[in-house]
């Protein structure tokens, strides 16, 4: 009992060090990426390479003067920012990144936990954190804050109902809901290598994006027409929790495509590579799904709104819908 | 594949953008010559160690912004010389009349961009500093 406890918090400490750490560097890497696509250089002034940025950065979000508008609604203002962050944490913690190793004679699993519906358990917090948003915006009691908040509740109902309906098809395939088993199913084939997970795999990739609201989905912090959206009245450490819990969703929907499509910790095609801890395929996946997701808001403009809507409504939906159905059919004809 | 391969394309154009050398100069450390013609801070040019200006105040008459103070003194041998003469910088709009206007060709705005300051104090260039540029 006490060697479960001390295994458990030892990996929560871990795994939460690890996702801090990734998320302060995956702004950098951003910035980085961005310049380099812009043919600049990107930060490179505290550290080598800028690689002490991020800890700047987060040492002048705490100096900075923490501002609470005079109008606004103290509680929700103030719990916003929370309500973000700590669903975009959660979300890790049932994520599988490795098999198990043997440490002091314990067989050690490379998760936080497994829950038999990690799938579920993730879809809910993954809409749980929309509410810091849509909160955030209500509470600062600005226009541009309302509207962001606005949007970003209207784009997370369209395209929660696209990931909903893409992950059945998946679940269908691998007959579980559980993630760990999930990715064993996939030692010998990735799901992304089966043709009929092909739609899926896209649809997921773009609704993912969009519920994360990144580009090209940014709607709810629009620059240009916004004034940076739901946080306009963020400043300090709130501002900055909004900016984590943003990149922390970043890490936690690349790391659960990896394991719905790209096989989790395993090599394609059941390959084996003795010595090297299966966690850096793990790693590698998701930074490779991370750099996919900064070099393609380098690339992309951000939709209209109706354009948002449109696509949402009468392109994903239709066909995740469609794509479950086919799915359907398939193994009930051919299996 | 009408929707798809644009956004390929575009995805290949920003990796190959990727790859490719930045442009950005790094400035402390490098400089950009500024153009043969570029107007910047102003000087006062001295001839024999002795400044060229007579304080005419031409230059303070002509200039669009009004930044330029002069306050004219004369030596013992009669000779005309600037006792206080300041260009309030911050407000200069470098268009080069003051050069244009002097008849003594007295003063002229070099190429030196690189000047700044803590407070508005700073940015009024003495008769010295000016010299000194
Ligand atoms: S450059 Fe133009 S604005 Fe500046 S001091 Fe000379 S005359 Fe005035
Ligand atoms: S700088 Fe030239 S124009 Fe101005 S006061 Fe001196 S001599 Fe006259």
Known sequence: MVAFLIESVVKVVVVFGVLMLMVAYTTWLERRVLGRVQVRRGPNRVGPFGLLQPIADGIKGFFKEDIVPANADKLTYILAPALSIIPAILIVSVIPFGESVTLFGREIFLRVADINVAVLFIFGLASLGEFGVVLGGWGSNNRYGLLGSLRAAAQMVSYELALGFTLISVIMVSGSLSLVQIVEGQSHVWNVFKPILWLPFAL?????????????????????????????????????????????????LAALITCLFLGGWNLPFGWEAPFVPKVTWFLLKVFVLVFFFIWERGTFPRFRYDQVMNLGWKVLIPLSIANVVAVGLYYTVFA | MAVITPLLKGLAFTLSRFFSKPVTIQYPEEKREPAERWRGLHRLKSENGRLKCVACGLCEAVCPASVITVEAKETPDGRRFPERFVVEVTRCIFCGYCEEACPKDAIELTRNYEFCGYTREEFHMTRDVLAKN
């Not at chain 1, 993912?208 to 709607?219: K, Q, S, V």
């Not at chain 1, 959206?229 to 936690?252: P, V």
């Open chain 1, 204 to 252: 997921y990739l773009v609704c993912g994006l969009a519920e994360i609201n990144r580009t090209p989905f940014d709607m709810p912090e629009a620059e240009s027409e916004l004034a940076c959206g739901f946080n306009i009245e963020y400043s300090s450490m709130k501002f900055a929790m909004f900016f984590m819990a943003e990149y922390a969703h970043m890490i936690s």
